[in-house]
């Protein structure tokens, strides 16, 4: 899989199409990257948001802090500086947990 510069670019006139992409990343690994990458290289979206949940009752998980850094470190890794891929901490700051789906509904 290429992390090479083929995605697609936005343009003023297009509607943005953003993938995204929720999970614990507790921690975050290849595969995580991988389906990130390919979604880019298929071109099904023009940005791939990474959303770390917020607390979880079901799941003993690191602390924030932790998974957020872990998930900056993997991304800055796997991905050039130019990668549409970006990392949202919106459940984190929320305090509690949202259903990543939620997020679906914002219009971009």
């Given at each position: 899989?290429?992390?090479q510069s083929t995605w697609g670019k936005f343009?003023?006139?297009?509607?943005?199409?953003?993938?995204?992409?929720?999970?614990?990343?507790?921690?975050?690994?290849?595969?995580?990257?991988?389906?990130?990458?390919?979604?880019?290289?298929?071109?099904?979206?023009?940005?791939?948001?990474?959303?770390?949940?917020?607390?979880?009752?079901?799941?003993?998980?690191?602390?924030?802090?932790?998974?957020?850094?872990m998930l900056s470190i993997a991304v800055a890794?796997?991905?050039?500086?130019?990668?549409?891929?970006?990392?949202?901490?919106?459940?984190?700051?929320?305090?509690?947990?949202?259903?990543?789906?939620?997020?679906?509904?914002?219009h971009i």
């Open positions: 899989v290429s992390t343009t003023m006139d297009s509607r943005k199409r953003v993938a995204v992409f929720g999970g614990s990343f507790n921690p975050p690994t290849n595969a995580h990257m991988l389906m990130a990458a390919e979604t880019l290289n298929l071109r099904a979206a023009d940005e791939v948001w990474f959303v770390p949940c917020g607390t979880r009752d079901d799941k003993v998980i690191e602390t924030n802090a932790n998974r957020l850094e890794e796997f991905f050039p500086s130019e990668a549409p891929v970006k990392i949202d901490d919106i459940e984190m700051r929320n305090g509690r947990l949202i259903p990543t789906y939620y997020l679906s509904l914002i």
